[in-house]
């Protein structure tokens, strides 16, 4: 654990530190997000963010690799399958953030990156479902054995949808960072304990990638949280979501039945906790596109009708809509953990707790801001 606490020290600290240095040269080069109708800033905010995360995942990484805990398990294929697709996609970013690709483009580089990963070995090589039987001698029962192609394709696909979910999601200061921070503890709060609980290896590179993932979050929200002084942007966005990607691929296979036989929720959470972590994003880029669809618009065409710009609506400040935000991905997220892990009542009871809370924070936290700012006002008035 303290290998881990190092590596999220390290990516948070260098992500921070050289976060303003990533400011300067978005602004001497021209990387700005200017202002439009769809928009909740106010001025042009410097871009290139992912310039400073990338700094900080790469000293995260260089740390590890030379660890006497961590440097053993993560091999130099999986540190430069890391290494290329981060620095791909952080590319692809840059070049989006000073000139504007157009959505194919990205698209294409996206796979591009993915497929560089995959073929290094980033891949999903089975997947715990219980019912569907083995496939292959050796293999693990109640897995589901991919092949090279179906796991090849099954592992861009889930890649390329992460990242467009995260970078449909970076609306608001702070909104992406936080919400992949929550993201991230949960893979690594649910890879560590199962670990402990089956007695399997705790240096894994899923966790090791949520770590750091983590960190690097944590050192940009500070300048990243309204008012922002400045944006992740596409070379952000696309790389935070590709790393999150990464947990789930590495996390998602290395489960084995066989280890936790007799309690197939554990072997069964891997699938499940990545769209439990995500839903957030995943349902607003799903609104997103059927939205744009019957309207007739490209899905690709942006609009102001996003989940955050909702909340905007009933009446909750940049903050506020951010703060919400936050707890509802946590509630969703540690919710699937806590299904395997609490017993029937105890879960129910959480559950209705912390979901009450969240529905009162939403619905209910705009109408007693304005309640108070009116019963401020009429106490003003009468003064004068």
Same mark, same amino acid.
């Given at each position: 654990?303290?290998?881990?606490?190092?590596?999220?020290?390290?990516?948070?600290?260098?992500?921070?530190? %050289?976060?303003?240095?990533?400011?300067?040269?978005?602004?001497?080069?021209?990387?700005?997000?200017?202002?439009?109708?769809?928009?909740?800033?106010?001025?042009?905010?410097?871009?290139?963010?992912?310039?400073?995360? #990338? +700094?900080?995942?790469?000293?995260?990484?260089?740390?590890? +690799?030379?660890?006497?805990?961590?440097?053993?398990?993560?091999?130099?294929?999986?540190?430069?399958?890391?290494?290329?697709?981060?620095?791909?996609?952080?590319?692809?970013?840059?070049?989006?953030?000073?000139?504007?690709?157009?959505?194919?483009?990205?698209?294409?580089?996206?796979?591009?990156?993915?497929?560089? %990963?995959?073929?290094?070995?980033?891949? %999903?090589?089975?997947?715990?479902?219980?019912?569907?039987?083995? !496939?292959?001698?050796?293999?693990?029962?109640? &897995?589901?054995?991919?092949?090279?192609?179906?796991?090849?394709?099954?592992?861009?696909?889930?890649?390329?949808?992460?990242?467009?979910?995260?970078? $449909? !999601?970076?609306?608001?200061?702070?909104?992406?960072?936080?919400?992949?921070?929550?993201? &991230?503890?949960?893979?690594?709060? $649910? /890879?560590?304990?199962?670990?402990?609980?089956?007695?399997?290896?705790?240096? +894994?590179?899923?966790?090791?990638?949520?770590?750091?993932?983590?960190?690097?979050?944590?050192?940009?929200?500070?300048?990243?949280?309204?008012?922002?002084?400045?944006?992740?942007?596409? /070379?952000?966005?696309?790389?935070?979501?590709?790393? #999150?990607?990464?947990?789930?691929?590495?996390?998602?296979?290395?489960?084995?039945?066989?280890?936790?036989?007799?309690?197939? &929720?554990?072997?069964?959470?891997?699938?499940?906790?990545? $769209?439990?972590?995500?839903?957030?994003?995943?349902?607003?880029?799903?609104?997103?596109?059927?939205?744009?669809?019957?309207?007739?618009?490209?899905?690709?065409?942006?609009?102001?009708?996003?989940?955050?710009?909702?909340?905007?609506?009933?009446?909750?400040?940049?903050?506020?809509?951010?703060?919400? %935000?936050?707890?509802? /991905?946590?509630?969703?997220?540690?919710?699937?953990?806590?299904?395997?892990?609490?017993?029937?009542?105890?879960?129910?009871?959480?559950?209705?707790?912390?979901?009450?809370? &969240?529905?009162?924070?939403?619905?209910?936290?705009?109408?007693?801001?304005?309640?108070?700012? +009116?019963?401020?006002?009429?106490?003003?008035?009468?003064?004068?």
């Amino acid at each position: 654990m303290r290998e881990y606490l190092l590596v999220f020290v390290v990516a948070a600290s260098v992500t921070y530190l %050289m976060t303003p240095a990533a400011r300067r040269i978005a602004l001497r080069w021209g990387a700005m997000t200017p202002v439009r109708d769809r928009d909740v800033h106010a001025i042009p905010t410097p871009r290139l963010g992912g310039v400073a995360m #990338l +700094t900080g995942f790469l000293a995260a990484l260089l740390v590890a +690799t030379n660890l006497p805990f961590l440097g053993p398990t993560f091999s130099d294929r999986n540190a430069r399958a890391l290494l290329s697709g981060a620095v791909l996609i952080c590319l692809l970013g840059i070049a989006d953030d000073k000139w504007g690709l157009d959505p194919i483009t990205k698209l294409a580089g996206q796979v591009l990156a993915s497929g560089v %990963m995959v073929l290094q070995g980033v891949q %999903m090589l089975f997947l715990p479902i219980g019912g569907l039987g083995s !496939v292959g001698p050796g293999s693990p029962p109640g &897995a589901f054995i991919l092949g090279p192609v179906e796991g090849s394709v099954l592992t861009i696909i889930v890649i390329v949808a992460t990242i467009n979910a995260v970078n $449909f !999601v970076d609306g608001l200061d702070g909104l992406a960072a936080g919400i992949v921070a929550i993201a &991230a503890s949960a893979f690594f709060v $649910f /890879s560590y304990l199962l670990a402990i609980d089956h007695n399997l290896d705790r240096a +894994t590179t899923s966790s090791l990638v949520a770590a750091a993932l983590m960190g690097l979050c944590i050192g940009f929200l500070p300048h990243n949280f309204s008012p922002a002084r400045i944006f992740m942007g596409d /070379s952000g966005s696309m790389l935070i979501g590709l790393l #999150l990607a990464t947990t789930t691929i590495t996390l998602t296979g290395t489960v084995n039945p066989n280890d936790v036989s007799g309690d197939i &929720a554990p072997a069964l959470l891997p699938v499940i906790l990545p $769209f439990a972590v995500l839903i957030v994003p995943f349902v607003d880029l799903l609104l997103a596109i059927i939205r744009r669809t019957r309207a007739g618009r490209s899905p690709f065409a942006p609009d102001k009708q996003h989940l955050h710009h909702r909340l905007l609506e009933l009446g909750h400040s940049h903050a506020r809509a951010v703060l919400v %935000m936050y707890v509802w /991905s946590a509630v969703i997220s540690y919710g699937a953990i806590a299904a395997v892990r609490l017993h029937t009542v105890a879960l129910l009871v959480s559950l209705v707790a912390v979901v009450l809370v &969240a529905l009162v924070l939403t619905m209910k936290l705009p109408r007693l801001h304005r309640d108070d700012d +009116t019963f401020t006002g009429l106490g003003r008035s009468r003064s004068r």
